[in-house]
Structure formats: C-alpha cells, structure tokens
C-alpha cells in the first residue's frame, strides 16, 4: 500500500465500507505478490538448454543428414524420456507445496461502518481499524492505538522466539503474518500487501541462486565433449580421406564416433538418478522442488540454519529451577507434563521438595494460559495462551501439581496484568482457611529489589546473581514471590513485603536430534553456522548444546559495527535480521562455499532463495519460506538434511561412475579407429557396429549404473571441493587407464584374428562390447552382493544382444557381422574379463582422493 494511505485516520465509526471499497480497487487486494505461472513450453525448453542435450539435439540433426533415421530416433528418445522426466518432477514439487500453504491469515475482525465486521484478509485496506483477539494472525501492518496485555509472537518475521509486548502510545506496531498471542487490541492499518513487513521481505527474494554445482560442472563437460567430437570427427575424416576412403562411408564414420564420444545416456542417467534420490527423499518427508536440488546438497560445505524451530522445538520449556533452598533440573519436552524434576540426577517430589513445590504452584497460579490434552493418543499437547505461561503449567504437571485443581483450590479475586512497563504479573487468590494470598512473578532486574521483597539484602544479592548466571546461559529468568495477608490489602500494598520463592530458567529447547545432526554434517566435513535474531547469549547457549561452538565459543552480534569482517569465518550469528542473513550467505558463497539455507520464517525466506540450496520446514514453515526453498521438510526434522546430503552424494557419486564406464568405452572406441590403421586394420569397424556397440554398453547398462547405492562411508568424508571438475580428483586419469585396457583387449583379438585368418572384425566387434560391459560390472560401487539387480539385468540383456549381433542372420546382415567359431568366442570372454579385472585394480592401486571425497 502506497506511503500515502499510512497515517490515514480511522475515527470510532472505522472505515466506511465505500471509502474501503475505493481504496481495494485503487491499491489492490492485501495479498503477497505471486510468482506467474510457469507455462509447460517454458519448462520444456528449460530442460534442453543443457549442454549435453544440445549436443545430442545436434547429433540427431547430423544423423538425420547422413539417413542413419535409426540412430536418431535412439538419441531423440533419450532427450524425449530426460525432458519428460524433468517437467513430471517439477510439476509435482509445485503442486505439493501449494497444499502446504496454510499460514495466511484467511479473515480480518474490523471495524466498518461503526460496527465490527469478519471480511476476508485480502479485503483489509490501509487506515482499517484491526481488533485483535487471542489467537488472531495480523493481516496487515498496523499502527497500535489500544493494548491490553497485548502479546505477539513474532518469530516468523524476526527469528525471535520469545513473544513481545505491544502498548499503546509508546510507538508500538504490529506487522503483518504475526500471531496475538494474548491479550488484545486495536489498530489502524498502515501498509498492505507488498508493503507491509512480510511484502517487503518478499521483495529480498527477487534474485535467485543460478546454476547448481551439478549443473555447472555438466556445462563444462559438455564443452570439453562438444569440442573433442568436433576435432576427432576432423581427423578421422581426414585420414580416411587420405586413404582412398569414400566421402560418403568417412561421414557416416566419422559421425558415428561423434555419438560414440558423447556418452547420450548421461542426461538420462542424471535425470534418473535425481529422479530416484527425490523418491527416496519424498518417503523419507522431504519433498524436492527441483530435481538437481538433490545433488546440490551432496556438495554443500556449508550448511547455515536458524534457531527457532529448526534446532529448537519452537517451544517455551521450564529447564531450571532455584530456590533458596538449592537448583534443580525440568526434564521432558514440549507441552506435555511428563518428565523428571531433580537435583543432582536424583527425582524430587512435592514430599522431597516443598521448597519447589510452592514455587511451582505459586507459578501455575498467577497465570492466563491453559494445556490443552491431545485429541489423539499420540498426539501433542498444545497451549493456548502465552506460550511463557504454558511452560509453567507444564513445569508443575511434571512435579505433580494439577494446575486446574490448584486454581479451584485458591481462587483468583483480583490481578494486576503484565504489560512492558510493570514487567511483572501479580494475582490475588483467596485461601480455604480464610485470608489471602499475593503472588508476583517478572523480570528479576524488577523484582529482586528490597522495594518488593522482605529479603535480607545478603539474600536477594544471591538471587540477583543466579538469576545473571541463568541469563548468561541463554535463559529467560522469571523471579517468583507471594505474600499471606489476614485480610485484604490496600492496592498499594498488593507487591511490597514479599517473601521470595525462586528463580525460574525457561528456554526454547534444542530438538533431540539437533546435537546428532550437527554431529553428523562435522563428520562429513559440513561447517555448520546458526543465524539467529535471538539474544547472543541464547544463541551460545543453543550453539554450545547442539554442538555448533564449544561452551565459550564466539558469538558475533549483528549490531556490531565490526560485524560485516565475520561474515566469513564466524560460526554464530546473532541479532541478524532478514539484510544480514543475506549478506552472510552471499559472503560465504563468494568465498567459494557451497551454502544450504535451512529456516522456516518471512525472515529466512531472502537467504533460502539465495542459498544454493533453500531448506524450508513444511509444518511449522510459512509460506514465504516454503516457496523460496528447493527442499521442504515435510516433518520438520533437521536430520532429514543429512539424509538429503547422502542422497546428494551418492546421485554424484553414480553420475562420475557412469562417466568413468561412459567415457572409457568411448574413448577406448575412438582409440581401435585411429590406431587399426596403423596396424593394417584399414576400417577398424563399420559405422553400425559402433553404433550398436555404443547403444547396448551406454543405454540400459550406463542407465542402471545411477541407481547404485551410496559407499558404505559416503558420509564420512569430506565434500568435493566447489571448484573442482566432475572429471576431477583423478576420474579423467582412470577413464585413460581403464580405455587404455579395452583398446588393447580389442587390438590384441583384432590383431590376432587377423593374423591367423579368422573373421576379425566381427571378433573386434564382440570384444570390444564385451569387455566395455565387463567394466560395467566392475564399476558397482559393493561388487559381490545383490544390490541393484537392475544393472546385473542389464547387463545381461546387453551380452545377449550383442552374441546376437554375431549368430542372427538379420543383424549379421545390418551390422556386416559373421559368426564367429564357439571356441575362439571363450577365448574373447575370457580376455574380455580383462575389463573388470583393469576397474577394480585401478580402484586398488590408484584411489586418488576417492577415500577423502564424497564423490
């Protein structure tokens, strides 16, 4: 909504529904601007700017030339199935992230026409007067005119996991996408839609994060491919040429062996593989909404998350108690009371304990919130009201105490509410045996005086330093005291003479499975990096527990002037809002890093859209975050990361696998066309027996290959350098090794038959297919067992066919083969064998960095 309209006036009556109206139809509905739709062409001919397609779309326009309609028609398949493929995932990964989208807030109570009013949110127009109750999403940006014990969680714009207090009069506002959390209020809205807070953040969002490592390691292989096939069709045209050879047969040759250096399946191995790795993510609750997302993450050097709901359990839990009497530990997580109170790992109870226990049920009764029982067995209990409030209900259902029978038992006869002025709460209740009871909880800077307590001052110094000692370990501290008078006191008289009870440590609580997960990514050479908007000492306090710094490791906090020289080596971050996370991911990619976003607010959101990889959490996420991310969690869980990464590792693990299989065959054909020349070999192979050789070793074959499972140590190694080719620590060395084999396995039966007057081209011919598929078996990543039966099939079905290329009349006449006597075909299996033997003692002898990368 346009600045104009922000301090637009909002007298008793509201609006008038006409002046609303005009002002919808001039500004337009209060809703995020939403990316256009993708049209189908837009994403087809997304999908063929890769560059091994464009060069395969090339060799099908050179075999289409040359009249080879059936060679073509093989490659057109293959691009056909990849871009196919493509589309059907992202089409999916969109459909099922928009039935995630349940945070807007779908009505708005106003105040129109002098009369309160529910209209949809998107109605709601700038100088609209909000009533904001316990519960409500704000819809919009607003001016505050009237609090009354206004609390708002504001998480979801500013990582904060604490809600805050809103008053009237003191300049305070409420943005849009928020949660009233208690209390209530009135406001005039002062911006909508992409102006409001959530818009603006939105509008962080515009850039995204370009090409993935995959895809940018894919370019420059297809250049190297394209620029190879140009240079050897060159010479091989040119020295058949000067051999007398036909134009028209050193074409159709020379072509052939182009084909033959590209490895066509590789987009189809690609696709299949990230196409498997997204299934496999999807059971495991991860829905990916770009296919190359899946191996981005196997690249990832750093992974940088946020506190609230993604480390943490996004939710107010009771960990320390202290009374004068001595500490003690809350156990349990969430809502529901179950759980241990103790001192010292041994279990107290209200008998053991009585300084806690009237410490705990002086606490649950100067509240406003409730728990509410899960509707389903294994469901969670969920709270209505403060969420501060409701982690002291659930501390006494722990110790015993029944908060609802405690509040019947002393019934409540007066109160002084919270607000951000008092800092404190204080509630009257009268006693069974006559008389009354005053209780006071707050902030212990205010309550810890001798202007509240009847404390000598030796004591309340103690409690003063426990309490800094507790906020100096990430906590937010509540000081609790209560006082019995005979009678009723005066108002004035309602907080003075007190007796402290204690201390109370609340804090959003790490996930059980936080620390195991940052274990996890350290073990795979991951650098894990918080960014928070929360406290720096609650930001060290989750840090040190999950792992991420050690208990007196460095916080930087994002107010500091010197922050912008840590953008690059701190490893918490605190205070950051929406700019800064941008500027952290943006410095760690400049420095080479391969970064992953994990978050679930409005905040989040420009960071997961400029990461290289965007994690968003699906249940607790909002939609600005669901829809910047490439992968969502579908059950919130931070391990399901890791999960991904090995998924990433083992689809980039499978396409160099291919590549080492693909690329060695290819080379070693272009090799036995060059060198049988040299030893009276003129035409070493006619242009369709490459071509069948190339389609039985590359296509079902090199295909099953991406379905190979992750090495057993995937995950304990560090990840592959940023800036390293996918032919790099020592692949393109292998494929010469390994192409070195085959050529000479295929030279020496070449040469051999010839020799002795056998069918030698048809031997060489054999050979070579057989002992390309040989490697392919010696390519498994755990050779000897079971797994992936696909490629064990697939080889099969690739022997048979080419034993029929030699014993079918119909192929000896297509392929210009001849059978070949059973005896001398032993032989050639037995040196075929050659080609698994050179894989798997190349792996042996030369295992380069394989051990030490995650590729």
Same mark, same amino acid.
């Given at each position: ?117 529910? @209209? ?69 809205? =002062?911006? =909508?839609?992409? %102006? ?14 370009? &090409? ?72 495991? +609750? %991860? ?7 899946? $191996? ?54 209200? +008998? ?25 067995? /294994? ?69 810890? =005086?001798?202007?509240?307590? /009847? ?50 440590? @609340? ?86 890093? @391969? ?12 960071? &997961?859209?400029?990461? /290289? ?32 990464? $090995? ?106 038959? +010839? ?20 490697? %392919? ?7 000897? =067992? ?70």
């Amino acid at each position: 909504m346009a600045s104009d309209l922000r301090a637009a006036p909002a007298g008793v009556l509201g609006l008038s529904s006409a002046d609303a109206a005009e002002r919808l139809e001039h500004h337009g509905p209060n809703a995020l601007p939403t990316r256009p739709r993708v049209s189908a062409w837009r994403r087809v001919l997304t999908q063929l700017r890769d560059p091994l397609i464009i060069v395969l779309l090339v060799a099908i326009v050179l075999t289409v030339i040359t009249g080879d309609w059936t060679d073509a028609a093989v490659i057109a398949l293959v691009v056909v199935v990849n871009t196919a493929v493509g589309v059907v995932q992202e089409i999916k990964a969109d459909q099922a992230i928009t039935t995630l989208a349940t945070m807007t807030a779908p009505e708005a109570r106003v105040l129109r026409d002098g009369r309160q009013q529910m @209209i949809p949110a998107v109605d709601v127009v700038a100088g609209d007067l909000l009533i904001l109750a316990e519960g409500d999403i704000v819809p919009a940006d607003a001016a505050l005119i009237e609090a009354a014990a206004l609390l708002v969680d504001e998480s979801a714009l500013t990582g904060e996991s604490v809600p805050v207090d809103k008053a009237a009069g003191s300049g305070d506002v409420v943005s849009s996408g928020t949660v009233v959390v208690r209390g209530r209020g009135e406001a005039v809205v =002062t911006a =909508t839609g992409a %102006a409001s807070a959530m818009g603006r953040i939105a509008g962080l969002m515009a850039t995204g994060s370009g &090409l993935t490592p995959l895809q940018r390691r894919l370019v420059g292989v297809g250049r190297v491919l394209a620029g190879t096939a140009v240079v050897l069709c060159t010479i091989v045209l040119a020295l058949g040429l000067a051999r007398g050879e036909s134009l028209e047969l050193m074409v159709v040759t020379a072509i052939s062996l182009v084909v033959a250096a590209v490895p066509e399946s590789l987009p189809a191995v690609v696709t299949l593989a990230l196409a498997l790795g997204a299934r496999r993510m999807a059971a495991r +609750h %991860a829905l990916i909404r770009r296919l190359p997302a899946v $191996e981005t993450l196997g690249s990832v050097t750093v992974i940088a998350t946020d506190k609230t709901g993604t480390l943490t359990e996004g939710r107010m839990v009771v960990r320390r108690l202290w009374t004068p009497t001595g500490a003690a530990e809350v156990g349990g997580l969430g809502y529901r009371p179950e759980g241990v109170v103790g001192r010292e790992g041994t279990p107290l109870t209200a +008998h053991t304990a009585p300084d806690l226990a009237e410490l705990l049920t002086a606490a649950a009764l100067c509240t406003d919130a409730t728990l509410r029982a899960p509707e389903q067995p /294994d469901g969670d209990w969920t709270a209505l009201g403060d969420p501060t409030e409701a982690a002291l209900l659930t501390a006494a259902g722990k110790f015993g105490i029944d908060p609802t029978a405690v509040k019947a038992s002393l019934p409540r006869t007066g109160e002084l509410p919270f607000d951000s002025d008092r800092k404190r709460m204080t509630t009257l209740h009268r006693q069974l045996g006559g008389g009354i009871r005053v209780i006071c909880k707050g902030a212990p800077e205010v309550l810890l =005086t001798a202007a509240f307590l /009847d404390e000598p001052a030796d004591s309340i110094a103690r409690a003063v330093d426990q309490a800094g000692r507790l906020a100096t370990d990430g906590y937010r501290v509540l000081a609790v005291a209560q006082a019995d008078h005979v009678r009723p006191p005066v108002r004035e008289e309602w907080e003075r003479g007190l007796r402290l009870l204690g201390l109370i440590g @609340i804090r959003d609580p790490a996930r059980p499975s936080a620390a195991g997960t940052i274990a996890a990514c350290r073990a795979a050479g991951i650098t894990p990096v918080l960014i928070t908007g929360d406290h720096p000492a609650t930001a060290r306090a989750v840090a040190a527990e999950v792992g991420i710094i050690g208990a007196d490791g460095d916080v930087v906090d994002c107010r500091d002037p010197a922050f912008a020289d840590r953008l690059r080596d701190a490893r918490v971050f605190a205070r950051a809002t929406p700019e800064q996370k941008l500027d952290i991911i943006t410095a760690r990619r400049q420095a080479g890093d @391969i970064v992953a976003m994990t978050g679930d607010g409005v905040n989040d959101g420009p960071a &997961l859209r400029r990461a /290289d990889i965007g994690v968003a959490m699906g249940l607790r996420g909002t939609e600005v975050a669901r829809q910047a991310a490439d992968l969502v969690l579908a059950d919130d869980d931070l391990a399901t990361v890791v999960a991904a990464a $090995e998924e990433g590792r083992r689809v980039y693990a499978n396409i160099r696998r291919f590549l080492l299989y693909g690329l060695s065959g290819g080379a070693a054909e272009i090799t036995v066309m060059l060198a049988g020349p040299l030893l009276g070999l003129p035409l070493f192979l006619l242009p369709a027996q490459i071509l069948w050789v190339n389609l039985l070793t590359h296509g079902l074959p090199g295909v099953a290959l991406g379905s190979e499972p992750a090495p057993p140590d995937v995950m304990t190694r560090p990840p592959r350098p940023p800036a390293e080719s996918v032919l790099g620590a020592g692949l393109w060395q292998r494929i010469l090794r390994v192409g070195i084999v085959i050529s000479a396995v295929t030279l020496g039966v070449a040469v051999w038959a +010839h020799a002795t007057d056998r069918p030698w081209q048809s031997m060489a011919f054999f050979a070579l297919g057989a002992t390309q598929l040989a490697v %392919a078996l010696g390519s498994r990543a755990r050779p000897g =067992t079971r797994t992936n039966p696909m490629l064990l099939l697939a080889v099969a079905v690739a022997l048979t066919l080419q034993f029929a290329g030699l014993y079918l009349p119909a192929l000896n006449e297509l392929l210009g083969t001849e059978p070949v006597p059973i005896l001398d075909l032993l032989v050639i299996c037995a040196l075929s064998s050659l080609g698994y033997a050179a894989i798997r003692l190349d792996r042996t002898l030369h295992p380069g960095n394989s051990r030490h990368r995650s590729s």
